[in-house]
């Protein structure tokens, strides 16, 4: 969102068509929850957290009326008479929109996307069931609901977040979970839709999913193994928040969670995983005498299919479970009902248990809600959840720590250098001391041979690059005080040789900030050649025209022109970067512009000084 706004000197649809086509989330850029961001900030001008927070709630109860009315529509599939059938919409909906496990997801904008595909996601179910409903007697229309309105939906889905594709799997769940075990009709018409539309699709995302589980993960600190063992545990952890929430929520931050390294490391992987395969059998064996239960676990189990497996995500997000919960809960408010509905003496006592219930989802969800307004007792309540938690000691430090006294910023420095010890991340936090030393002018040289040390002892994780380029900006803002360029270079030089931390976009970064400290000491030869190297591991419009600017700016008008003549042959391999060109277009013509002036007034004093050098020759 930082980006929002940043090309407005090109107009605003170029600057909106930029901010969707440089999106970087995902495969596909997320651009449909990149617009809502856009949007947001043009209705709101000035731009406050609240806006965005205020959106995503009413996004929020925009899908609790979806899964209402999905959940309405499946109610003639449901063994329940009336009343009893009529509330399950009702209180399921509830539940779901009450429960504290969305609260972060609801807060922090950029879940936003994960709340924007389930919008669309609810809205391609309702669309099949639809669609199914009229495949016995209308199948021409029955095709064209599931086609434009599920496909379209589903595109809609993908272009929010990733999780889209998934409506073929819930699409899948639903059919033989719920409607099926209750002996309806199967048109033929039917069948083929859904080898068509969801059988196959789902295939591909298995064979994708095993084809990612395989894919280096240099950035992470687990293998393919050692990710899929994990998440058995976490899953669990999951199904225990959805049905005992936290009175104070869970923490956004969970990079102190233990990775599963062996079946016995820790002891716990192993039954969580025996307990998974447990519950998918279990969910195949009851699946017609309990196909509510089935239900629940199936629909689990296919919420998480994309972030719980083999794709190289960072292990744990509550923010995963936004759709998943779901099930649970309509098959807890399911089972209340049908034992209102058998029993006389059940039917006092279960009202009252369902109105406490929610009752508690909503006490425990205003209290987390109150906790995001203010962020120090946020980090401190999370702090307690997760004492090893790196990332929640910087959050604690960037919310307070210029609000306290330096023996306690101290206190709590030295406390996240006791947690990074003990974790892969110290790579990170020797950049992080770096900055913050070089930020306040006390970095001497004698620190750098060290800081090349405790990096040569430690591992790569995904956040280093933007520390070191922070570390490097913050020197060439003031030298940190008393770090040459000399010594600078040698130790960016020192640094690119420990080989495990060349992971990622380190190479990229570390050229380019190496030919930012080589600009400052005036050797543009050297930093050229660095930002070559950048350039060509990240073909970059603003490299381009940085490069040109520094050219320009040392006489060299020519070789300036020839780089910005490589633009069109750089970035036209496929629509989107050439798209980004074309809109990056005016920038190029006013340099290249700028750059003709140059030559043009370069070559007149040439002719100028040839004439005064012939005058003085006939002299």
Known sequence: MNTIG??????????????????????LGRPLSLASFYLNDQIWEGMDKSDFKYTNLMIHLLNGLLIFWLLERLRPY??????WGAWLPLIASLAWLLHPMHTNTVLYAVQRMTELSAVFTLVGLICYIHARE?????????????IIGGGFSMALALLSKENGILVVVYVLVIEFTLIRPQGQPVPKQLSRALLLCAWLPTTLLLIMLYKWGWIDKTERAFN???RLMSEARILWIYISHIFIPSYHGSSLLYDDFEISRGLLSP???LPALLGIFALGGLAWYVRKSLPLLSFAIAWFFAGHLLESTTVALELYFEHRNYLPLLGFIVAGVYYALDAMQTSGKLRRVMPVVLVVYLSLLAISTQHIAKLWTDPAKLFITWLEQHPNSQRTLEGLDAVIGEHISPATRQQLLAELERVAAKETSTSYLVFRNLKIACQNNS????QLPQALENLSHSSFIAPLPNVLAEFVYAWTESHCGKITTAQMLAFLDQFRSITALQKGEMPQILHYWQAEVHVQQGNLAEAMQHFD????????IDLLLLQATYLMSAGLYAEADSKLSHAKQDFCGNWRTCLILKMRQPDLDNLRSALQDKLQQEKANHHAQQAVDYSASQK
């Open 6 to 27: 940043r090309y407005t000197h090109l107009g605003g649809w170029r600057d909106l068509t930029l901010y969707l086509l440089e999106g970087s989330s995902g495969l």
């Open 134 to 146: 009229l495949f016995a007697k209308q199948p021409a229309r029955a095709w064209m609901w599931l």
């Open 267 to 269: 002891l716990t992987t």
């Open 224 to 226: 393919t193994t050692e």
């Open 533 to 540: 190297a950048a350039y060509a591991l990240d073909k970059n």
């Open 78 to 83: 449901l063994a329940l008479t009336k009343p």
């Open 443 to 446: 970095l001497s040289a004698e």
